[in-house]
């Protein structure tokens, strides 16, 4: 079974950058979309960014376009999210999350293994 374990969370500056990570134990996941999902307490789970299996296309939450960029390394398992000039409303937990198909996949319904998230906090 794969296990998911992202990284990279930390507390920040508001304009700094992080960059998170996903790695899996287990299967690899090459054949399949990717995606990060946040959610603050209180607030329902929300699409961040996904990005097709091998790369190809990617698909943002409005609120990131231009700050945020997805990627992957099929080769090392592992999928990114570069977030660049952070602000206070991206503090939240960031999950990322396999899907079940190998397209653009936005709802959370499509997702089957997701990790255990990383906590962004972007103080002002």
């Known amino acids: 079974q794969v296990q998911l374990v992202e990284s990279g969370g930390g507390l920040v500056q508001a304009g700094d950058s992080l960059r998170l990570s996903c790695t899996s134990s287990?299967?690899?996941?090459?054949?399949?979309?990717m995606g990060w999902f946040r959610q603050a307490p209180g607030k329902e789970r929300e699409f961040v960014a996904t990005i097709t299996w091998n790369g190809s296309s990617t698909r943002y939450q409005d609120s990131v376009k231009g700050r945020f960029t997805i990627s992957r390394d099929n080769a090392k398992n592992t999928v990114y999210l570069q977030m660049n000039s952070l602000n206070p409303e991206d503090t939240d937990v960031y999950y990322c999350?396999?899907?079940?198909?190998?397209?653009?996949?936005?709802?959370?319904?499509?997702?089957?293994?997701w990790g255990q998230g990383t906590q962004v906090t972007v103080s002002s």
């Open positions: 999350a396999v899907g079940r198909f190998q397209g653009i996949l936005i709802s959370q319904a499509l997702y089957d293994v």
């Open positions: 287990g299967r690899t996941f090459s054949s399949n979309a």
